[in-house]
């Protein structure tokens, strides 16, 4: 047999690399990137890009934690998870005067601020009280509260809310005189005026009334104009700094992976549960809000702890969903004692001398839920086997709360418990 020439090798080496890498499986693509995971590629330059770190972007916004699996729960928004520190809401409030009210506002004698406030405003327009018997039942007096939004410019109008301070009993169909609106410095950021809508009602007659809702509190549809801005740089800061609405220390610490995944470099860090600080690019100095827009839309998962919330006065219980027990056993049982009273009449026969009597009858039963049975909740039950496993016991939400109270109390529950 004779042997190829040297020049012949190089080809046949090719052809054979080649059949076996036909002959060889196809290796699964990632299907984030549609490529094969840990290859490389070449973008638009022509410079070669490391795949993986794709992989790892894909991952984060997912809502995995450094490339790994994830545990299965829902990914949010970081625009929903965090609030950016120094934009926020302010508030406003305002003392001023409803008018036009069909009898139903304060009476002057008993509220005597409204009458001081009514003379005040009638002087101001050049009409003098002084010393008059004012009687009207037309005017109420009211606060006015309002929230001035972050980035409030002058002359954007919002929305105000009007609660009688007096003795009113409706403000429907008033109208609120002009009324500044004042923040925590004393400043006079916005002016409201307008008709105020109620949704509740007050109708009444010699023998009976009937409330509906509370017509003493109303709502004035961009009723306030703003006539002071609030000064806020937001494109000359250096560092952005990420409050969380929910403080956890591993959702602080996704948010920062899935933000330097996203950015290519370490430029956000959690500072502690509540806090991530961000510093800006070079590339996004002076356009932050370009930054904030791409970061806002990063997906994550958030924790949150093993919590019970428990409500006693209306009976609602809310558990999450890493709310673990112990090994334990539960029985539950009330004794009841239940007396009917159940007189009868004892009638004499005719024409004799006997009289008509009431003799009582007293049914008493006792109920000890002999039939309840102990029940044993397996260690490390998720929440649905914790609330099927109470449920087969045959509680109620009140015997509910002092079932997961006594087992906090006998250590079986990994769980807070929070009485609102």
Known sequence: MRLPALSRLPALAMALAVALGAAAPAQAADPAVGVVPGASARDESGVRVDIRKSVARKRAFAGQDDGGPTRGGVTSRIKDLTDIEGVRENQLVGYGLVVGLNGTGDSLNAAPFTKQSLQSMLERLGVNTRGATLRTKNVAAVMVTANLPPFGTQGTRLDVTVSALGDATSLQGGTLIVTPLMGADGEVYSVAQGSVAVI?????????????????????????????????????????????????????????????????????????????????????????????????????????????????????????????????????????????????????????????????????????????????????????????????????????????????????????????
């Open 200 to 420: 509740g009602f007050n109708a009444q007659g010699e023998a009976a009334q009937i409330v509906r809702g509370v017509p003493t509190t109303g709502r004035i549809s961009n009723g306030g104009l703003i006539e002071r801005e609030i000064p806020f740089s937001l494109a000359n800061l250096t560092t952005v700094r990420l409050a969380l609405r929910n403080p956890d220390l591993t959702t602080a610490r996704r948010i920062a992976a899935g933000i330097n995944d996203f950015i290519g470099s370490g430029v956000a860090e959690p500072l502690d549960p509540s806090t991530v600080a961000i510093q800006v690019p070079k590339n996004f100095q002076g356009n932050i809000v370009q930054l904030l827009t791409e970061i806002e839309q990063l997906r994550v998962e958030p924790d949150q702890i093993a919590k019970i919330v428990i409500d006693e006065r209306s009976g609602i219980i809310v558990m999450g969903q890493d709310v673990r027990v112990s090994t334990v056993a539960v029985a539950q049982g009330n004794l009841t004692v239940t007396i009917t009273e159940d007189p009868i009449v004892s009638q004499p026969e005719p024409f004799s001398d006997g009289e008509t009597t009431v003799v009582p009858r007293t049914s008493v039963s006792v109920d000890t839920d002999a039939n309840r049975r102990l029940a044993v909740l397996r260690e490390g039950v998720n929440l649905r086997q914790l609330v099927d496993g109470l449920n087969a016991i045959g509680v109620g939400p009140r015997d509910l709360i002092a079932i997961l109270q006594a087992i906090k109390a006998a250590g079986a529950l990994q769980a807070e418990i929070e009485v609102m």
